[in-house]
């Protein structure tokens, strides 16, 4: 039987030798982030729509260097003041000599119904005022059960709901939040063959962050050029400020699988009346939602104070709020395979639970022209009309030669004019995302002044073939350049128009320039096959 002693032997030594190893494993914090990169990514499913900070659906991806100091053998190493919308799954750690063996997202936070969940069994001091004698009292009581429907005392008169009973009243832990983390945290197992000092990188997603741009282009005097800028707004959902991070945005669709998320799933615990009458786990922040970064290195002209947050602000009691002097332009963007990568130039904080806002492009004297456009379904059904505005759109290209030539982000651009020494606003149409060199329209709204009315002349052909007459009136005091787009419905063709209508954007397009007063009329011709 001594063979098997032998073969026995390592066995038993390793199980009598795995309790104390496991015993062994020392818990060990990282540094604060001595270095901080923060890519914020959009919505995937939002082109350019407004953001909601209770509800944003873009990520970050985020990196930090941490100072570490392992001991020899196994350590659970925690990273604190991570954001707590971290997927766990995508955190890589480089730097470690070990490498990771595990990591956990630790999901204990401490809150106040953390505390009153964990407090649940244990015997708090409740202080109560008299209500016949208003002295302060200290009662000793049992919390029996914490949740959205209220806290329940176990006191030497019974059992109690914590009440509303019109004077002061809270109660004072003897113990408790043990386990809880302060911060949210990732924790990793790792193991070191020799005690070492290292400065190692924390890569993780984080969901809960997004971003959006804004324009003002201000149409100057001569009515042919606009001054254009951008700002981006970042936009942080998390309970974590990620201080002097190096910051950058990714514009373009980004095709995401869906992931499902377990966020601030704890359940939430609710002290009625107190203290004054309500609780909450994270409180709003005083003051302003947007706090304003000023990224331009030797600009200091420009005070922040003046600086134009989004369109919603811009006006106040009516009248429209003068932008700012435009800075030196910001660093032109990268390419990031298909997708637009945007620097901002200098560190920034993006404070937990806020948006903030910095210039994305500061543009000057950017030529473009102004059509009026009207639609057209053509069909037997259009037999007559009144007039119709035509739509009011402003055209420019972003290249150089247009003074733009860098890739916009889809957002909203506010275009406003001086009149009468007062800025007024024009529209506020949406951008999508352009390219260099693609064509800009803005579309502002109708134009009551230049108008088109429809008339339907008797069919031909046994009904087979008919012709509707546009008449295009000019009423504003200047000349106007004006499409005319025709569509045909219901089987019809267009046969022939009384104007050329060479094909733009694959729409048979009739464009013409029409004098102060002048009206003109364009016959269409349409007929079945």
């Known amino acids: 039987m001594r063979w098997l002693a032998l073969i026995l032997a390592p066995i038993m030594a390793l199980s009598a030798a795995t309790p104390a190893a496991a015993q062994e494993v020392r818990a060990v914090v990282a540094s604060a982030p001595v270095d901080r990169s923060v890519t914020i990514y959009r919505a995937p499913d939002r082109n350019g729509g407004e953001i909601a900070l209770s ?30 919308g971290i997927v766990a799954e995508s955190a890589l750690v480089s730097g470690l000599p070990g490498g990771v063996i595990e990591k956990n997202r630790d999901d204990a936070l401490l809150s106040s119904s953390a505390l009153l969940r964990a407090a649940v069994g244990r015997t708090v001091d409740l202080h109560r005022v008299d209500r016949k004698t208003g002295k302060a009292t200290v009662t000793s009581a049992k919390i029996l059960s914490a949740s959205d429907q209220g806290v329940v005392f176990a006191t030497e008169a019974g059992n109690e709901a914590l009440r509303c009973s019109g004077m002061p009243e809270t109660f004072a832990y003897a113990s408790g939040g043990e386990g809880l983390n302060a911060q949210p945290t990732l924790s990793v197992l790792t193991r070191s063959r020799v005690p070492v000092h290292a400065l ?33 707004t970042l936009a942080n959902g998390n309970g974590v400020t990620l201080t002097q991070a190096r910051t950058q945005i990714v514009a373009g669709g980004l095709n995401r699988v869906y992931l499902q998320r377990f966020l601030n799933a704890a359940p939430r615990v609710i002290a009625r009346c107190w203290p004054m009458q309500t609780t909450s786990d994270i409180p709003e922040a005083p003051g302003r939602p947007y706090d304003l970064v000023h990224p331009w290195r030797g600009d200091e ?3 922040r104070a003046d600086i134009t947050v989004t369109a919603m602000r811009m006006f106040k009691n009516g009248m429209a709020v003068p932008a700012p002097a435009p800075p030196a332009a910001s660093l032109p963007p990268e390419q990031l395979g298909d997708l637009k990568l945007y620097r901002v130039p200098e560190r920034t904080t993006i404070a937990a639970r806020q948006m903030k806002q910095t210039r994305l492009i500061a543009q000057t004297a950017a030529p473009f022209e102004t059509w009026y456009r009207v639609e057209a379904a053509l069909a037997p059904w259009l037999a007559s009309t009144p007039p119709v505005a035509a739509t009011t759109v402003l055209r420019t290209t972003n290249d150089q030669a247009h003074h733009l030539g860098l890739p916009l982000p889809a957002g909203r651009v506010l275009v406003e004019q001086a009149q009468g020494g007062q800025v007024m606003m024009l529209g506020e149409p949406a951008l999508r995302d352009t390219a260099e060199g693609e064509k800009i329209e803005l579309v502002l709204g109708p134009s009551p002044d230049i108008t088109c009315a429809w008339a339907r002349l008797p069919d031909q052909a046994g009904g087979r073939s008919f012709d509707l007459v546009a008449t295009l009136s000019n009423a504003s005091p200047r000349q106007a350049a004006i499409e005319l787009r025709l569509v045909a419905n219901g089987g019809w063709l267009i046969a022939r128009t009384s104007a050329d209508a060479p094909k733009v954007d694959g729409v048979p397009t009739v464009r013409l320039s029409l004098a102060s007063g002048e009206v003109r009329r364009i016959t269409v011709h349409l007929s079945r096959n």
Do not use: M
């Open 55 to 84: 509800s944003l659906g873009g990520f970050a991806v985020i990196t930090e260097t941490r100072a570490v100091d392992l001991p020899a053998g196994e350590a659970r190493l925690a990273f604190t003041g991570v954001a707590d």
């Open 200 to 232: 190692i990188k924390l890569t993780y997603i984080a969901e809960n962050f997004d971003w959006n741009a804004n324009y003002i282009a201000r149409i100057g005097d001569d009515g042919k050029t606009f001054d254009l800028t951008g700002w981006i």
């Open 301 to 303: 002209g420009a005070g």
